[in-house]
């Protein structure tokens, strides 16, 4: 099946710790996309990326990094640089020049403990 | 970007039609209006996308005046499965708006028994 796969679902991190959110997408998408969620707030961005080995900052991209080495990957790093790292982890991908539809894989749940 | 405004909630009952209005007032001549649903614990979903007057689909009904300032997204006969967040993007194609893909606040609709 297609689709796009984060994983773990469910994830605890000790303060201090960095910690890799893994998305993987298997629809041959361009584009892939980071957003966090706060509860009961909307999608905030953090980085997306067009084309392999690019990617940009979004609007709350300190204390976050990403790669993208393959087109169908494209995980997130949290580092301990992010103060309040405690939040759902979306990632979303979509094909270029093909409208706004995005797919968003299932969430990442990170707790700091 | 053109900045959107949605109402922060809604409630409805089962089987009533919803309408749920997304103001945009500096669209630009090359953005699009598209929806997106989320449920609780996942990701949003695509529902609808236009341009001008009314674009329908399995799901949904999407009405844009003349002057594009606001569009209203139409859901028929909701029922208790139809309760989510609905989000509300306006962006260019394949443009810097919809490359960055920015999420407001949504309205969280709610529905009744």
């Known amino acids: 099946d297609g689709g796009i796969t984060q994983s773990p679902k469910y994830l605890f991190r000790k303060e201090g710790q960095n910690v890799t959110l893994s998305c993987e997408q298997n629809l041959n998408h361009d584009a892939m996309y980071w957003y966090r969620q706060d509860p009961g707030q909307g999608l905030r961005l953090i980085y997306y990326s067009q084309i392999v080995n690019d990617f940009q900052k979004g609007d709350i991209a300190e204390g976050y990094s990403v790669s993208r080495e393959k087109k169908e990957s494209f995980p997130l790093t949290v580092t301990s640089a992010q103060k309040n790292p405690t939040a759902f982890y979306l990632c979303?991908?979509?094909?270029?020049?093909?409208?706004?539809?995005?797919?968003f894989g299932q969430g990442t749940r990170l707790t700091v403990v | 970007l053109a900045k959107t405004t949605q109402p922060i909630s809604m409630d409805s009952y089962e089987g009533q039609e919803v309408n749920i209005t997304c103001s945009h007032n500096n669209i630009a001549t090359n953005d699009y209006i598209t929806w997106y649903q989320q449920f609780p614990s996942q990701g949003p979903r695509f529902i609808i996308q236009?341009?001008?007057t009314k674009v329908t689909n399995e799901v949904a009904s999407l009405f844009i005046p003349a002057d594009r300032k606001s569009s209203t997204l139409s859901l028929p006969r909701v029922s208790l499965s139809d309760t989510a967040v609905y989000y509300c993007l306006v962006g260019d194609i394949p443009g810097d708006g919809y490359n960055k893909l920015i999420f407001g606040a949504g309205t969280r609709l709610a529905v009744h028994p």
């Open positions: 236009g341009y001008k």
């Open positions: 979303a991908s979509r094909t270029l020049g093909g409208g706004a539809e995005a797919f």
